[in-house]
């Protein structure tokens, strides 16, 4: 079984930064993908980023690319996604995701979840 565990979420101004970090435990951590996706009021859960095993590969939403950064520390079992230059449109509550193997940005082929972050960007 795999738990995951996001932090980092809060309040921040347009154009600030912030750092998420899930936390997993169990031993598949190091040899998944792992993505995150966010969920707007009233919107449905969308991709924004997932990074394999090896941190080799990434992808990216188009609304996030050139603003936020995923990576991953296989050592500490967390992957983390640095945002920078955020907008009101990103205030969305952040979860993370693990699958098996290969990039996704299908929310239906992540196995397990986290219980979310709240993160909010004021104008």
């Known amino acids: 079984q795999v738990q995951l565990v996001e932090s980092g979420g809060g309040l921040v101004q347009a154009g600030g930064s912030l750092s998420l970090s899930c936390a997993a435990s169990?031993?598949?951590?190091?040899?998944?993908?792992m993505g995150w996706f966010r969920q707007a009021p009233g919107k449905e859960r969308e991709f924004v980023a997932a990074i394999i095993w090896s941190g080799g590969s990434t992808s990216y939403a188009d609304s996030v690319k050139g603003r936020f950064a995923i990576s991953r520390d296989n050592a500490k079992n967390t992957v983390y996604l640095q945002m920078s230059s955020l907008k009101p449109e990103d205030t969305a509550v952040y979860y993370c995701?693990?699958?098996?193997?290969?990039?996704?940005?299908?929310?239906?082929?992540?196995?397990?979840w986290g219980q979310g972050t709240q993160v909010t960007v004021s104008s």
């Open positions: 169990g031993r598949t951590f190091s040899t998944s993908t």
């Open positions: 995701a693990l699958r098996p193997y290969g990039i996704s940005t299908n929310r239906a082929t992540y196995q397990y």
